[in-house]
């Protein structure tokens, strides 16, 4: 082989000495292997041994998982999944707080004293104010915070300017995140912009109007349908010939209340003949 020429393997070996500052902080914070290899078993939490569960397991003690009863299993599984169930709650059940709660433990709601989990005052949210003040022991959520952020203007520019109706929230720029890596990831404080066209409002308006164009357009057909079947003496089935309806506003026959041609004028009282004795 010439001289000055590397190959693939000579490459891959002048590679491996080379390292980042910030691999450190991979492995020790974010707990990743970058360097290919594999953490072991015995350092990972071991998990149950299914034959065990079954009755015997060949390894016996050797064994690198857990041997537990099928009892002691269900008992794990079921206290995992109510912990993994109270961490997903995040609103204090209402019907708790009054001791009405009848589904125990099964109920998707918190059932706890957490102040910051409370549910949202309903007089606060539709008066603006409450009479219990501070001492509510529901959260009063300011209506200003319920305004989304505006995505246009945190990727860079947004067309409406001050007359956007979502909140333009100024952010120091990371310049580590437009280097390429900021270690701190989610965490930091300055943004990390992102260049992904976010929807439109205004597409979603239009959307919404043209559904609502079509609807109307529906209904304006549907209606002209139902009057020319009307008035061609047609009448829709599942209904009562129009010669055996008697309207109960007028009495008279051949139409229905809701189409009363003699609603206005009133009722028409039938006259009774006294009967003349002979």
Sequence with gaps: MPQGILTLVDTNRAVENIKFDFEDFIRNELGLHIDGSTPSKSNEASGVCNFFLRGHCWKGSNC??????????????????????????????KHWLRGLCKKGEQCEFLHEYNMKKMPECWFYTKNGECSNGDECIYQHIDPESRVKECAWYARGFCKHGPKCRNKHVRRIICKQYMFGFCPKGP???????????????????????????????????????????????QQA??????????????????????????SKSGPIIPTIKPIQNK
């Design 187 to 233: 965490t930091c404080p300055n943004s990390h912009p992102s260049f992904e066209l976010p929807i439109s409002n205004d597409a979603q308006a239009d959307g919404q109007q043209e559904f609502a164009q079509d609807g109307n357009q529906n209904r304006v057909q549907q209606s002209s349908f139902q009057n020319s079947s009307q008035l061609s003496g």
């Design 64 to 93: 690198q998982y857990r041997h537990l009863t099928p009892q002691e299993n269900m008992q794990e599984k079921h206290q995992r999944n109510v912990q993994n169930r109270m961490q997903d709650r995040a609103v204090v059940c």
């Design 237 to 262: 089935p599942g209904y009562r010939p129009l010669e055996e309806v008697t309207c109960f506003k007028c009495n008279a026959m051949g139409h229905y209340a809701n189409k009363c041609p003699n």
